[in-house]
DNA sequence: AAACTTACCTACTTATCAGTAAGTTCAGAA
DNA sequence: TTCTGAACTTACTGATAAGTAGGTAAGTTT
């Protein structure tokens, strides 16, 4: 018989979505127990009961970011997506982001809050950063090779520098409005030698 | 006379100092009043007597970096800097956060936090950004016009991938390491078409 | 039906937070 | 020499944080 998950509720997974929200909309140190508590209507306690810590409860969301991207990736290949299409739905993660309520990227809070997360969550952090901006270079390299993009620079050069504007862009949405956004990515994409229509 | 500043020791210029350096290291909600009184070896209250609140500090910090930009600025345009050098000296202020202590854009850290931050200091984020961004975008207008920048998409599109890449790359350091820096820093000049020599 | 486990809750502790009220020190003006 | 105000300190408050001890109802296993 399968252990957990089956038996009972999903309390669990509940508080892992309330806390991914909470994490997105206001960081890590900016969210409480209470919050989730109060959200899911149960008691403080019974999120100790789930996870020992809040550290515990961070390192858990954050393995949770690296499985679901892994999960989307193999997709990608077992649907034998090309790279444009991989770069599009690379592009729809941040775009899911903003329209669900102006959240950024979950490595971005990480980072930016680096210095004041637990030790746990700092590894947690810098595998799911190797794991995402390898498979994006992958992407790159592909595509360059089938002659689908034409841009500048070594791989890893691009690589950053589009990871970077996606991180920044969803960041920057918060004080200059949703708007730029697609204006940014459109940017993107002429820079990678993908859009071959009119402006 | 002058009021203030000459008038007894500078506690206050110390005080947004400190809180400046806590700001880019480790985020707004994650010091506090007694990382600062440690600093400077004062106690809680004397922060409080400059301070009438966070908020208060916070706004003022905020305040005090759009200052900083404008007299940055004014000084380039007295010196008849070119759009390169402009450019050049835009670089150099995230290089500086990186050098000291892996800091941070502090627009990055309070769009990260804005929606835990007070609302006033969310108000002068969005001055910040608006003032720093309009300022890059005369430059690379100028730049493309005078024929030293060859890029493509428009000057808006543009000043945002390259405003959001460098906000983006400083975080990412903190993870994958301070030499992702200047690689990518040479990409976006690249892309600028700034950089006539070899790779 | 007894024994055990899951999934909580109530009630608490300890620590830390921003903020305040009232008193102290001391430089310089009157 | 007294007085004033700037620049603090001491000693506190109330709120909120994460975390814990112990209990309980309902479901599961044996």
Redesign the pocket.
Known sequence: ?DV?DT???N?KELILDAAEALLQDRGFNA?????IAQQL??????I??HF????DLGTTLIRRFRQRFRDYTRTLERENAGPVSKLECYFAIPASYLQNGRKICPLGVLEAEFNAIPEPMQLESRLLDKEMRDWLAGVLDDGRSQGVFNFEGSIVDKTLVVVAALQGVLQIARVAGPQIFSVTVRQIKRELGVLEKAV
Chains 1, 2 share one sequence.
């Open positions: 018989m957990e038996k009972y509720n309390t969210f409480s127990y209470h919050h209507g149960v008691k403080n306690a019974a100790h009961y020992t810590s809040k550290t």
